[in-house]
């Protein structure tokens, strides 16, 4: 353990913990509503975000949580009222993000598509105490919402037609969900990157799926399965000197590996 020695390691500790349950919390709600790559398409249009921070000369990252809500906001609604059906729609995002980004930080001063690489490919030890403060309230806001609204959020990504007639309000809760999701991605970039935030949120999900009978049991394993790959990923990183984002979704893949190989023998037995 002597990583701990480090505060930065500490404070990393903390934010791989924080991340790794709040990612794959809001992620299985999007895998039950088959937009998995949700998380992807959100975090291209928070690059944008990112780099209008730097233009504006403001905090990255509280610029990509406002452009990254209402980039979610408009892509639920889109998909609701318009004729683009959901996979355009994310196509939509993953374009214009990359390249609003790219544009914007080209127009900042100094700025440099080099600038972007700590929000695209995640930089845990640079997390300092007002960003862990920043990533537990944002962290803490999403679980509660799982917590607070998980049956009605579950109903409706089940069947949105039997909870519109149950009377469940079910604008409001596709949009808290596309909300929910930007905060994720927001709070992520930071320990995993834009360009892998959304394998946090998928593959947790994915591996809890294959050894649980219940929604329920999915998003539990998820978030210990996120939690796991998140503190595995960074020591991974800090002993091999490797990025922590991408140790931390190898990690993530491989438990997965390990969950669908139970599964099957399971099965055979």
Do not use: K
């Not at 991340?19 to 937009?35: D, E, K, N, S, Y």
């Not at 990255?60 to 408009?74: D, W």
């Not at 994310?90 to 001063?109: D, K, R, T």
């Not at 030890?125 to 960003?131: F, T």
């Amino acid at each position: 353990m002597s990583f701990l020695q480090f505060a930065f390691m500490q404070r990393a500790l903390v934010a791989a913990v924080l991340v790794g349950a709040a990612a794959p919390a809001i992620g299985t709600f999007l895998v039950q509503r088959r937009l998995a790559l949700m998380g992807d398409g959100i975090g291209h249009i928070a690059l944008t975000g990112v780099a209008l921070g730097f233009l504006l000369g403001t905090a990255p990252v509280l610029t990509a949580i406002v452009i990254s809500i209402l980039g979610a906001v408009a892509i639920e609604l889109i998909r609701e009222r318009g004729r683009t059906t959901g996979d355009v729609a994310l196509a939509l995002l993953f374009y214009g993000g990359i390249a609003g980004g790219v544009l914007l930080i080209g127009l900042s001063p100094g700025g440099s598509s080099a600038t972007l690489v700590s929000y695209l490919f995640g930089s845990l030890s640079s997390v300092r105490p007002i960003d862990l403060v920043v990533i537990a309230g944002l962290s803490v806001a999403v679980l509660g919402v799982v917590a607070v609204f998980g049956r009605e959020l579950f109903a409706v990504c089940f069947d949105e037609e039997v909870a519109r007639v149950s009377g469940l309000p079910v604008r409001f809760l596709n949009i808290l969900v596309a909300v929910t999701a930007a905060v994720t991605v927001t709070v992520a970039m930071r320990v995993v990157g834009l360009l892998l935030v959304s394998a946090l949120m998928v593959v947790p999900v994915a591996a809890a799926q294959q050894l649980s009978a219940s929604f329920r049991a999915t998003l539990t394993g998820a978030c210990v399965v996120g939690v796991v790959a998140s503190v595995g990923g960074l020591i991974m990183a800090f002993y091999a000197d490797v990025a922590p984002g991408a140790s931390t979704v190898v990690l993530a893949l491989g438990l997965f590996l390990v969950a669908a190989l139970g599964s099957q023998l399971r099965t055979v037995r």
